[in-house]
């Protein structure tokens, strides 16, 4: 099995910034790609950004610009760097691994169990 731990959210207030971390431990022979979503009161879950293991990333639409994936694959670690945070960009983030847990085995998603980040005056 693997755990992803997250931490980081809390309350800011608008043009405020926040750093999302988490760390992924367990049964764990490589990881591919991993990301952060996050889903607002009453909307479905939506990617915020992703990154590979090479490093490339992708960003929502709505938070380029302002936010920065990161990871660092020796501690299976991604970061997400919130700045210039609006109130939209509340809601509860969920950090996501596509992870490996064998040479020859296959591909499973795993999740953590999120993080409130709430941007209010």
């Known amino acids: 099995q693997v755990q992803l731990a997250e931490s980081g959210g809390g309350l800011v207030q608008p043009g405020g910034s926040l750093r999302l971390s988490c760390a992924a431990s367990?049964?764990?022979?490589?990881?591919?790609?991993m990301g952060w979503y996050r889903q607002a009161p009453g909307k479905e879950r939506e990617l915020v950004a992703g990154i590979t293991s090479g490093g490339s990333t992708n960003y929502a639409d709505s938070v380029k610009g302002r936010f920065t994936i990161s990871r660092d694959n020796a501690k299976n670690t991604v970061y997400l760097q919130l700045n210039s945070l609006k109130p939209e960009d509340t809601g509860v983030y969920y950090c996501?691994?596509?992870?490996?847990?064998?040479?020859?085995?296959?591909?499973?998603?795993?999740w953590g169990q999120g993080t409130q980040v709430t941007v209010s005056s």
């Open positions: 996501n691994a596509v992870v490996r847990n064998s040479p020859w085995g296959n591909w499973y998603d795993y």
């Open positions: 367990g049964s764990i022979f490589t990881i591919t790609s």
